[in-house]
């Protein structure tokens, strides 16, 4: 796995780079703000684990899941300090029956990234 680099710039503001790459994301913190702040980007990082581990079920069992999509909204605590809680909400191809909606989503939860989140977070799926 590469080295990840974060920058901390004015208006606390970051940026995060792969070492050796050019390409670069941005957090903010402040608002107005056009980037993600940590707490979302940690919410982009559990969809898009949880959409690789779909995928690589998906090739395992020669089935098409492309096109499918999750949205991750994170839920924090009174004091705004920690995530407490994320909603996620797989939309599957329609060609895809029930029964694989639901084996994907729960197979989803099996991901690096959410393995390796506090124990006491709630997550609240949906699949569609």
Excluded at 75 to 84: A, P
């Amino acid at each position: 796995m590469s080295e990840i680099n974060i920058k901390l710039a004015t208006n606390l503001q970051t940026s995060i780079t792969l070492s050796g790459k050019d390409s670069a994301v941005r957090t903010a913190f402040n608002e107005p703000r056009e980037d993600f702040n940590p707490g979302e980007l940690l919410a982009g990082a559990l969809g898009a684990c949880m959409l690789t581990m779909v995928g690589f079920l998906a090739a395992k069992r020669g089935e098409q899941v492309e096109g499918t999509s999750v949205s991750v909204t994170p839920g924090f605590d009174e004091k705004h300090s920690r995530i407490t809680s994320f909603a996620v909400e797989f939309r599957f191809p329609e060609t895809l029956t029930q029964p694989q909606k639901d084996f994907y989503a729960k197979a989803a939860e099996s991901c690096p990234v959410h393995n390796s989140l506090r124990q006491d977070i709630t997550y609240k799926i949906t699949v569609k």
